[in-house]
């Protein structure tokens, strides 16, 4: 998790697990010779936001195709702003997970 990516690399900027109420989240996940057409998905997921949302909440998810050795960036942009409390983004490889990350907005 980052609060951006710098360049064509997509490297992370400010690696962070804590967000603020307008920050664009970014997961950034580096693959490492993947073949080709492998699929990529992030979902994204209101964990505990009180009673802003119910527990567990889907925001959104994304899927993409890649290859090769670079990062790809998941990012997820707030429609207006988060509410605070524990947010997750689980990230599949080929339809398995393959991590899960849980960050915080304060």
């Not at 962070?16 to 997921?45: G, L």
């Not at 998810?61 to 207006?80: I, K, M, Q, V, W």
Request: proline letters at 8%; glycine letters at 4%; aromatic letters at 10%.
């Amino acid at each position: 998790m980052a609060q951006d990516v710098q360049g064509e690399a997509k490297d992370p900027v400010n690696p962070t697990r804590q967000f603020s109420a307008n920050s664009v989240f970014h997961a950034v996940v580096a693959i490492e010779d993947a073949p080709d057409n492998t699929k990529f998905k992030a979902v994204w997921y209101a964990t505990d936001v009180g009673s802003a949302a119910p527990c567990n909440t889907l925001i959104d998810s994304f899927e993409l195709a890649s290859d090769g050795t670079r990062n790809l960036d998941f990012n997820l942009t707030p429609s207006s702003r988060w509410p605070p409390g524990l947010f997750r983004v689980e990230i599949y490889v080929n339809s398995t997970p393959d991590s899960i990350v849980d960050f915080t907005v304060r």
